[in-house]
């Protein structure tokens, strides 16, 4: 039998924002909290956007402190705007904390949290300089933050909308953005794969040519009928990820032999996912405003995958070299085929990424389905499966 929390979160799930609020507002502090740590972050804010002030107090009161100051502040903003997808930040220094302090940090760290960059503020919580992994790894043990990080920052601002917000990255490609307040205060953390599919997603929404407008689900949609539009994707989307743990599964005793390489897997999945989406991005973006034209297809399809090679071949140097100095740094006998390994994967997984960004969307398309509601779903598992898949083939053939 199932309890209060997990009947209603049942609700919850099938509901809009407005009814699920109404949901949680007649349940216990203690199960709204359940349920609303359970739903994507989005959905949760929206949700806690439509509650009334008492409930959702009485929710919040069971909900972690740092998550709750985190949706607390995203709150203030605009929904649309990059302040909604902010991530509380991990992996904060100070700036005469040592290298070696600092990597002890970070090996606790990614026992829980998916840690790209370090980040550098001040007493005020001012943000001096990010720290790059291979920098740090590399640097002196003895050497401060300071002396290692890079001063000239790129940042977000929490109240840009997503357009702006992506107008200002298109030159920069970063796996991870920094959101700043005006007077450079560090308030959040946006990944790039997350901003380039929420964008993706509003810039395919606005055009219903693509797909037919009554296939197409808008605000005025009823919800049953949204219910039908979304469904059967989330079931798919279940079996995918089943798909890629599978992959995970196959290789365990790689992993149990080669603990270290579990450090490197959100590190490819991540890159991947990010080189993807850019694609996904690019062809969404055509396909609404009329660029991709009729026989198009193949110089799109070409273009990532060179992208995708170039990208990962660039990346995986670096990734390769900061697997050698960490397989070194651990005493394992073989730093230099595992660096190999990972320029290997990194390539793999980034041409194969780019490929999927702008095969899966035209391939939807073709058969009559929303490329904004189901690319992210199988951009997701094909990036998964490829990156993990090749890293742990790879290491399970060559390194002894």
């Known amino acids: 039998m199932k309890s209060s929390s997990e009947s209603l979160l049942d609700a919850v799930s099938q509901s809009g924002a407005h009814d699920a609020a109404d949901l949680l507002e007649q349940a216990s502090g203690e199960d709204a909290a359940k349920v609303l740590q359970q739903l994507n972050p989005m959905v949760a804010q929206q949700v806690m956007e439509e509650m009334e002030d008492a409930p959702r107090t009485a929710a919040l009161h069971f909900i972690p402190l740092e998550k709750t100051r985190q949706w607390q502040a995203n709150r203030e903003y605009p929904e649309d705007s990059v302040g909604w997808l902010m991530e509380a930040p991990v992996a904060v220094f100070r700036p005469t904390l040592t290298v070696g302090e600092t990597i002890e940090e970070l090996r606790g760290l990614t026992r829980t949290a998916f840690v790209t960059y370090g980040y550098v503020t001040d007493d005020s919580n001012k943000l001096l300089g990010v720290l790059v992994m291979r920098d740090l790894m590399l640097a002196d043990r003895g050497a401060r933050l300071k002396e290692v990080m890079y001063t000239n920052v790129f940042t977000l601002r929490p109240d840009m909308m997503l357009t702006e917000a992506m107008k200002a990255c298109v030159g920069q490609h970063y796996p991870v953005y920094p959101v700043c307040d005006p007077e450079g205060h560090l308030l959040g953390l946006v990944r790039g794969q997350t901003l380039f599919e929420a964008r993706a997603i509003e810039i395919s929404a606005q055009v219903g040519s693509m797909v ?104 995986g140097v670096s990734a390769g070299l900061g697997m050698y100095v960490y397989a070194r740094m651990e005493g394992n006998p073989s730093p230099g085929v595992l660096a190999v390994v990972v320029w290997l994967a990194m390539v793999a997984s980034c041409v194969v990424s780019g490929l999927s960004g702008a095969l899966i969307p035209l391939t939807l398309r073709k058969f009559g389905a929303d490329p904004a509601t189901a690319s992210s779903i199988f951009l997701t598992t094909a990036t998964d499966v490829i990156s993990m898949g090749t890293f742990l083939g790879l290491a399970t053939l060559l390194v002894p």
């Not at 808008?218 to 469904?231: G, M």
């Not at 005793?253 to 850019?278: E, K, M």
């Not at 991005?281 to 297809?297: I, Q, S, W, Y």
């Open 212 to 315: 037919g407008v009554e296939k197409e689900e808008r605000l005025s949609t009823p919800l049953l009928r949204s219910l039908r539009f979304r469904h059967p994707w989330l079931q798919i989307n279940l079996v995918t990820c089943f798909v890629a743990a599978a992959v995970v599964g196959i290789f365990q005793g790689t992993l149990d032999r080669l603990v270290l390489l579990a450090v490197f897997l959100p590190v490819l999945a991540g890159q991947s996912g990010n080189t993807g989406c850019q694609a996904l991005a690019v062809a969404l973006r055509g396909m609404t405003l009329g660029d991709l034209k009729a026989g198009d297809e193949r110089n799109l399809v070409l273009k990532e995958g060179l992208l995708g090679l170039l990208n990962g071949m660039l990346v």
